[in-house]
């Protein structure tokens, strides 16, 4: 997990971070591994060069949760996961979002924003609309979610009352409450799936074939 805290940053400020990191990776990979490149190429993924190219130089779609809701109801596509069940509230599923980014906008990289508050963590900022919070995904081809992130809530009385409201224990979290109540400012921050990087950057199918360390059955002692 590639996992960066942004001081005096909003929303916006974490989604043009987290775009310029992929895309600085991504320009690094085709200029300084072009004959990993090429490899994949041939025989992993014919295209990926182009696929990457365009990551790399066009500017990324940003739509909220709700357009984009509104776009798989409007989806003349049977997915897996019933459509009848996509409505607003609901969580996306993986096939949503490669839908979202691979159909819906021709293979570029698709940051979705505003999501609701109650399928979200408590420390995301609240909007000034009280059902969203100020989250944002990031979609990427062959893999769906790459990075999420958001601003945190640095408001100790709306931090109080998403406790109260999800029943959650203040007591636990008085450490965090501190961190607000003796000052605080604005701030956000995103993670980033290592293996899914390296997985969308070399076409490879399955996430298990690009994590970077030995794995064998039955080797694990604790």
């Known amino acids: 997990m590639i996992e960066p805290e942004l001081a005096f940053a909003d929303l916006n400020e974490d989604m043009a971070c987290a775009t310029a990191y ?29 696929r990457l190219s365009d990551v790399a130089d066009k500017d990324f779609v940003q739509i909220t949760y709700t357009e984009a809701i509104n776009l798989l109801l409007r989806a003349n596509k049977k997915f897996e996961y019933p459509s009848e069940n996509v409505k607003w509230g609901c969580d996306l599923q993986s096939e949503h979002e490669r839908f979202i980014t691979e159909y819906a906008f021709g293979g570029r990289p698709v940051i979705i924003r505003d999501y609701p508050k109650d399928i979200k963590a408590f420390y995301m900022r609240q909007n000034d609309d009280g059902k ?23 408001r100790l009385e709306y931090l109080e009352a998403r406790l109260e409201e999800l029943k959650l224990n203040k007591d636990a979290y ?12 604005p701030h956000a921050g995103f993670g980033l799936g290592f293996e899914r990087l390296v997985q969308f950057a070399t076409g490879m199918d399955n996430i298990r074939d690009v994590i970077p360390f030995p794995r064998t059955p039955d080797s694990a002692e604790f």
Do not use: H
């Open 22 to 50: 992929l895309q600085y990776v991504v320009k690094y990979v085709l200029d300084n591994c072009k004959e990993d490149m090429d490899f994949f190429n041939t025989w992993i993924e014919k295209g990926i060069i182009d």
């Open 132 to 154: 969203t919070v100020a989250a944002m995904d990031m979609l990427v081809p062959q893999v769906g979610e790459l990075i999420g992130g958001s601003q945190r809530e640095e």
């Open 174 to 185: 008085w450490w965090y409450l501190d961190l607000r109540r003796y000052g605080s400012v």
